[in-house]
């Protein structure tokens, strides 16, 4: 079992807000998208750093969009789950759901 | 988006900052700074949109100034470790060449003091524009992670600078003005580097306007 096949938190995160954008996923939706559900505010830099690192190690891929006078002429940067994506954060949730099995995190430990 | 958004533009320092760091293909990340900025100007207006902005642009270029470090760490360390050396040679070449024109020409100074003053300010300005040049050097070495070499040299420099003054405050109180002259050499330093990296931004291919 190799430790680089789990995912961080937040990259864990970031992979679940792509598979809910499914093809409207760049770096505005994203970071909306975590910032919504979590609650906690992200900057677009962390997002594209965490991004930057997936692409890296090849769970996620990116392509260009074409450029908009709104963006100042710059172009969307699309991101996708490669099928190495969808297993690591598939592993990296069961990991969660085995380390959590049978504790009663609400009363036992608020 | 609303007419009155239209004429809302994301703050330029702010926009000019982030560029800095990015390099080429993350200016997508700019692109959706604006695009956010946009949305948030016509639902809240000019004023919280440019706060967002400024917010997420801090942000950002802290992010940016890390993973910048991280990407080229021996690059950087070695740019840093040549700037500060480089700058303490340069730096010290103004006053070697002063002292070596006023101890010739004492006669000269003595009777023209007005112009001996003028000469030590130009020595100042003398000392920024090699601290400027500094940074130029070390950003030209560190390619793809300039700001963040010359950033981390200002602050070591700036460091050095404030112990000194501690010193310089404790036991010369009456130097204490003409001292912080010098800590307008760690400025100068980022000066150069932001120069070297703008000019190396101008190559990319440029956004169309807003």
């Avoid at chain 1, 594209?48 to 990116?62: F, H, I, N, P, Q």
């Amino acid at each position: 079992m190799a430790g680089r096949d789990y995912l961080g938190e937040f990259e864990h995160m970031i992979v679940l807000a792509l598979l809910r954008l499914e093809d409207r996923a760049y770096g505005v939706t994203v970071r909306q998208e975590i910032e919504f559900r979590t609650k906690r505010e992200v900057s677009i830099g962390a997002v594209y750093a965490t991004l930057d690192r997936l692409e890296s190690k090849g769970c996620v891929k990116s392509h260009r969009g074409d450029p908009t006078p709104e963006r100042g002429g710059r172009s969307k940067r699309f991101f996708r789950v490669t099928p190495k994506g969808v297993t690591a954060v598939n592993r990296t949730q069961r990991a969660f759901e085995k380390m959590t099995e049978g504790l009663d995190l609400i009363r036992s430990y608020s | 988006m609303t007419a009155h958004a239209q004429f809302v533009r994301p703050p330029r320092l702010a926009t000019w900052l982030v560029n800095l760091f990015v390099s080429g293909e993350e200016e997508s990340m700019v692109g959706d700074l604006c695009e956010e900025f946009w949305q948030i100007a016509s639902k809240a207006g000019a004023a919280p949109a440019r706060r967002w902005y400024w917010r997420q642009s801090g942000k950002t270029i802290a992010h940016l100034f890390c993973t910048r470090f991280r990407a080229a760490p021996g690059r950087t360390v070695a740019a840093i470790v040549g700037g500060f050396f480089v700058g303490g040679f340069v730096n010290g070449l103004p006053d070697k060449a002063l002292s070596a024109v006023t101890d010739r020409y004492l006669l000269f100074w003595s009777s023209h003091f007005q112009a001996y003053l003028w000469v030590l300010k130009g020595m100042l300005i003398e000392h920024l524009i090699l601290s400027m040049l500094v940074g130029c050097i070390v950003a030209s070495v560190a390619k793809g992670g300039e700001m963040v070499a010359t950033i981390t040299l200002a602050l070591v420099r700036c460091a050095l600078i404030g112990a000194a003054l501690l010193w310089v405050a404790t036991h010369l109180p009456s130097d204490v003005a003409w001292m912080l002259w010098s800590l307008a050499d760690p400025f100068a330093i980022v000066v150069g580097g932001a120069i070297v990296r703008t000019r190396r931004s101008a190559g990319r291919t440029r956004p169309l306007p807003i």
